[in-house]
């Protein structure tokens, strides 16, 4: 006899991802919204403490499929960002810098301001740093977007992620220091993970790029190499606790300076990215609780919206110097809304480490559900407004 119980439950993930493939197309025929914004949508309503149709315990399996699509995803990021060009206009660099640090200063003072915990303060300001490159990405893509805004979104969300990543990581270990009073647990918390997460991404970009240049494809489909490459990448970092957001940018980066091509009909990575795609934004809000999203909406909002000044401040100081117009450094900050996806992929890298901050929180919850569905839409119509979707044409 079938266990209609073992069944439903072995089923949920599979049949969870079709209905959100589906609904998904039907919107976005019938309203041309970005569709991770429905598949978001579609994992919050199904999640455990929701509808309680998924499983309520995330296995450790799920959470490297999800790394592993956020992998293919910054990898692609990483191989569009030209370092040369960095060094040619380094005002872009500074850019960054600049408003990832007043997001950190401004979202921590306003935390303090409502009496959060120091400690928790600090990690909601260095996560608050980030733009996420995984809904930047998609929506890129699926808008066939192009222009001076479209890149340099995706440049200042690429090095968002590593500032995040660096501070975050040091403040875990500080926290760990604290707790333990062991400095070399806290050292390899932070440093060491870092920068071994950075080696590993540059070994497997070389090794990647010698492989192909031996077989003869890197005038060719190299897709399938690289798919492979990062589903190693992805699951080696995450067997040894390092960090698979630095290793994939890091690999997509040296792929990207060692000449290995990549064109446009094999960004996405075809069929198989499209599916991890689901899988990811359906993951990412499928981990989120009502009652945590209840609890913190009030803080969540005024976390949005201090980040989102902050960032469209930091942004347009810069834009004339760097070479581009007010109206479009307006635009690019308004674009760097997206945190969800890598936010969430941190915290639950973290709880897999050992270290639970998710239910400290609370406030992240909510702010993470409203710019998983809302942020999409949002950088959608900054590329229409920036003219760089031709599909697509105001009325």
Request: glycine residues 6%; proline residues 3%.
């Amino acid at each position: 006899m079938i266990d209609l119980t073992t069944l439903l439950s072995d089923m949920a993930w599979p049949v969870t991802i079709l209905i959100a493939w589906l609904v998904g197309e039907y919107v976005y025929q019938r309203a041309k919204l970005p569709r991770i914004s429905v598949y978001a949508f579609v994992g919050f309503l199904l999640a455990p403490s929701q509808t309680g149709f998924l499983p309520h315990t995330q296995s450790a399996t799920m959470l490297l499929l999800a790394n592993i699509a956020f992998g293919l995803i910054l990898f692609e990021c990483g191989y569009r960002i030209n370092l040369r060009w960095l060094r040619t206009n380094p005002w872009v660099a500074v850019t960054s810098l600049t408003e990832a640090a007043l997001t950190f200063i401004t979202v921590y003072l306003l935390l303090t301001w409502f009496n959060q915990p120091s400690s928790s303060a600090l990690l909601l300001a260095a996560l608050s740093m980030a733009t996420s490159p995984a809904t930047i990405i998609r929506v890129v893509n699926e808008q066939r977007s192009s222009g001076q805004v479209t890149e340099r979104v995706l440049y200042l969300s690429a090095l968002n992620c590593v500032l995040a990543v660096f501070v975050f990581k040091i403040i875990v270990g500080l926290a760990v220091f604290r707790t333990s009073g062991n400095i070399l647990e806290a050292t390899y918390s932070s440093l060491v993970v870092l920068f071994a997460s950075i080696i590993l991404g540059a070994i497997f970009g070389t090794f990647t790029s010698g492989l192909l240049r031996f077989t003869k494809r890197t005038s060719h489909d190299s897709t399938l190499a690289f798919t492979i490459a990062i589903i190693c990448l992805v699951s080696l970092a995450h067997s040894l606790k390092l960090s698979p957001v630095l290793a994939a940018l890091t690999f997509g980066l040296s792929a990207r300076h060692r000449r290995i091509v990549l064109n446009s009909s094999q960004r996405g990575f075809g069929a198989l990215g499209d599916l991890l795609s689901i899988l990811l934004f359906v993951f990412i809000a499928a981990t989120l609780e009502w009652s945590q999203v209840i609890a913190g909406i009030g803080l969540g909002l005024a976390i949005i919206a201090v980040r989102l000044v902050t960032k469209i401040i930091g942004i347009s100081l810069f834009a004339h110097i760097s070479g581009t117009s007010w109206r479009k450094g307006l635009l690019i900050g308004m674009a760097m809304t997206p945190i969800s996806a890598f936010v969430i992929l941190v915290l639950e890298q973290t709880r897999y480490l050992g270290i639970n901050l998710v239910d400290q929180l609370a406030p992240l919850a909510a702010a993470a559900l409203i710019v998983e569905i809302l942020g999409p839409i949002l950088v959608q119509r900054v590329l229409i407004w920036a003219h760089e979707v031709p599909e697509i044409k105001e009325s």
